[in-house]
């Protein structure tokens, strides 16, 4: 395909090379003008839900999701070292 639009491009190599920037920048503004718009509200980028919308007073809403029954700790501790990069060392671990 390609080939072939290169062949019927005119004017010789600078021509041709002209002709193949101005067919990309059409194609880039269909793109951007007529398809994205077009297909914006068929994906889901912008479906961005942060509550459960039950948020009410003495209901369910009130606990905390992030709490395990049955578990005690706090429910934002992490399994690894938010304080340095390196790794524990292990008994597996070899050098």
Request: charged fraction near 15%.
């Amino acid at each position: 395909m390609y080939a072939w639009i290169w062949r019927k491009l005119p004017f010789g190599v600078p021509g041709k090379l002209a002709g193949s920037v101005v067919l990309v920048a059409m194609v880039g503004a269909l793109l951007w003008y007529v398809v994205f718009p077009w297909a914006t509200p068929l994906l889901p980028f912008d479906d961005v839900q942060v509550g459960t919308g039950t948020e009410q007073q003495g209901g369910p809403a009130e606990q905390d999701p992030n709490v395990i029954p049955g578990e005690e700790g706090a429910p934002d501790d992490l399994p690894y070292s938010d304080q340095s990069n390196e790794p524990h060392p292990s008994a597996t671990a070899s050098r």
